[in-house]
Antibody, heavy 120, light 107 residues
Framework: EMQLVESGGGLGKPGGSLRLSCAASGFTFINAWMSWVRQAPGKGLEWVGRIKSKTDGGTTDYAAPVKGRFTISRDDSKNTLHLQMNSLKTEDTAVYYC???????????WGQGTLVTVSS | DIQMTQSPSSLSASVGDRVTITCQAS??????LNWYQQKPGKAPKLLIYDASNLETGVPSRFSGSASGTDFTFTISSLQPEDIATYYCQQYNNLPFTFGPGTKVHIK
């Protein structure tokens, strides 16, 4: 059974850093393109960024609000996706979901999400 | 960025009713559009991909169609377990963008 489990959420301070992880199981992670999608409290869905599989270049793309502050990486030896969040802003407060995606742009499987709260 | 709009923002219907949600893109996205269902406190779930293809395991009462930059999502016979917020999402261009959502209630 495919499973994605996010961790690392919690309280961060403005200007601070947090690192989220997403542990994957039940599928061939090394071949998967992965994304992070976030949802601010009571709001809609916002794509954060994606990372391609290493065989497809391993490149990353980011949404404008996080570009230069967030970094997506993957550890294929541990079937784990990471989101390094630096220079946190209060508007980064959200539930962060990791998801698998196909080579197009559909988010097929999602984790349960992890809540990040940025507040002083 | 491509802007996605959805209408209505919320609706109330009876069990067994046909429910239709529309999504419009600010520019041509071909058929690069997906639909998701999100129940309260849960992660979103992919229902329809490429505008009209049903994701594996999704009940056949859900369907999608496209006409130009307008997209339609239909529940042919609303069930109590369909209470959720539905989002469209384009992937024609980066950044991927979602519609604001349509909240479906039972009357």
């Amino acid at each position: 059974e495919m499973q994605l489990v996010e961790s690392g959420g919690g309280l961060g301070k403005p200007g601070g850093s947090l690192r989220l992880s997403c542990a994957a199981s039940g599928f061939t992670f090394i071949n998967a393109w992965m994304s992070w999608v976030r949802q601010a409290p009571g709001k809609g869905l916002e794509w954060v960024g994606r990372i391609k599989s290493k065989t497809d270049g391993g490149t990353t793309d980011y949404a404008a609000p996080v570009k230069g502050r967030f970094t997506i990486s993957r550890d294929d030896s541990k079937n784990t996706l990471h989101l390094q969040m630096n220079s946190l802003k209060t508007e980064d407060t959200a539930v962060y979901y990791c998801s698998t995606m196909d080579g197009g742009g559909a988010f097929h499987y999602w984790g349960q999400g992890t809540l990040v709260t940025v507040s002083s | 960025d491509i802007q996605m709009t959805q209408s209505p923002s919320s609706l109330s219907a009876s069990v067994g009713d046909r429910v239709t949600i529309t999504c419009q893109a600010s520019q041509d996205i071909t058929n690069y559009l997906n639909w998701y269902q999100q129940k309260p406190g849960k992660a979103p779930k992919l229902l329809i991909y490429d505008a009209s293809n049903l994701e594996t395991g999704v009940p056949s009462r859900f369907s999608g169609s496209a006409s130009g930059t307008d997209f339609t999502f239909t529940i042919s016979s609303l069930q109590p377990e369909d209470i959720a917020t539905y989002y469209c999402q384009q992937y024609n261009n980066l950044p991927f963008t979602f519609g604001p959502g349509t909240k479906v209630h039972i009357k």
